[in-house]
């Protein structure tokens, strides 16, 4: 047969790197490497969403057990208030006593109410409060006020909170977590709620010394 006659050979259609089909058309077999990719990659997939479900589940949990400060309603204050101006108006008017001086409110509106506790069984207790006083707002954020040192103990702990909208209380979202600006002595602050008397206590300073303070 001369070769004008030959007949033409094709390369096989696995000669081309084509992949056999079954007769529906679909793919019949993979490659290692596609199934270690398919595999592997869906393994790494349900590792991440496992990982996203459990950091759900921790927050949703310190959430609900966040125990939100406790701090004297207004009611408490002013009549704590009209009882310090009445024992106030038997003496001679003074500037001695302990400066505290409270920062970090979010603006000049409202007021800051403060509560200074005694012991650890009263901390967080707002009727076992010693002393408390709502303290007016100037201009740069900052509010002070002077007490007498003879009505505090040694130690002792103060909580504080910015009452922007004045109505008496510590404004909390759904979850009961605060929504205005609080803080505590020695800058303590919990992790799911108010920190311990302990991390909160600190030492009277002397006559006419000064007590700093920051709520955010």
């Known amino acids: 047969m001369d070769e004008e006659h030959q007949p033409v050979t094709r390369p096989s259609e696995t000669a081309k790197g084509r992949i056999p089909q079954n007769q529906r058309g679909d793919v019949s077999w993979k490659s290692y490497s596609d199934q270690w990719k398919a595999n592997h990659g869906t393994l790494l997939m349900c590792f991440a969403a496992g990982v996203f479900l459990v950091g759900v589940a921790v927050l949703a949990f310190q959430q609900n057990r966040f125990q939100a400060p406790a701090f004297p309603d207004a009611g408490s204050i002013d009549q704590a208030n009209a009882l310090n101006q009445v024992a106030a108006s038997d003496v001679p008017e003074s500037n001695t006593g302990i400066q505290l001086e409270i920062a970090g409110a979010a603006d000049n509106t409202g007021e800051i109410r403060v509560a200074v506790y005694a012991t650890e069984e009263s901390f ?16 740069d954020g900052f509010a002070k006020v002077r007490i007498p ?36 002595s020695n800058a303590a602050r919990g992790t799911v709620g108010p920190p311990s008397f302990e991390s909160a206590v600190i030492e009277a300073p002397v006559q006419d010394g000064v007590i700093e303070l920051k709520i955010w």
């Open 124 to 139: 967080n207790i707002p009727e076992n409060a010693i002393w408390r006083q709502s303290i007016p707002i100037d201009a």
């Open 149 to 184: 040192r003879d009505e505090l103990p040694e130690s002792f702990a103060i909580a504080a909170y910015h009452d922007n909208n004045s109505n008496g209380s510590l404004d909390r979202n759904a979850l009961g977590i605060p929504t205005e600006r609080y803080g505590f």
